[in-house]
């Protein structure tokens, strides 16, 4: 059974910077796909960004703020995430889709595997 395990939330003034880090255990081979969604009260997850099939993806309203990316090594998958603003704070949960399957990658449902989620919260 896979396990995702997400940390680098926290409280960070906007402008400000945050990584959050997903390490995966459990699995032998690489996943096909990592994503990063986000959840506010009230609303779906949703689609923040993904490493698919070797390349990266972003929702309009991070491109050119957030990066994700990689370790292989260290299963781990990363979002490196800067100019932070008010309406960036959310939980943040990183899913793995295992094999492949299309390349829906903004879609929920898509995903094999979820963290727990972390918080992230941008003051003003």
């Known amino acids: 059974q896979v396990q995702l395990v997400e940390s680098g939330g926290g409280l960070v003034q906007a402008g400000g910077s945050l990584r959050l880090s997903c390490v995966a255990s459990?699995?032998?081979?690489?996943?096909?796909?990592m994503g990063w969604f986000r959840q506010t009260p009230g609303h779906e997850r949703a689609f923040i960004a993904a490493?698919?099939?070797?390349?990266?993806y972003y929702s309009d309203s991070v491109k050119g703020r957030f990066t994700i990316s990689r370790d292989e090594d260290k299963n781990t998958v990363y979002l490196q995430m800067n100019n932070l603003k008010p309406e960036d704070s959310a939980v943040y949960y990183c899913?793995?889709?295992?094999?492949?399957?299309?390349?829906?990658?903004?879609?929920?449902?898509?995903?094999?595997?979820w963290g727990q989620g972390t918080q992230v919260t941008v003051s003003s």
């Open positions: 490493h698919s099939g070797g390349s990266p």
């Open positions: 459990g699995r032998t081979l690489s996943a096909y796909a």
């Open positions: 899913a793995e889709r295992g094999g492949y399957g299309g390349n829906y990658y903004d879609d929920v449902s898509w995903y094999d595997y």
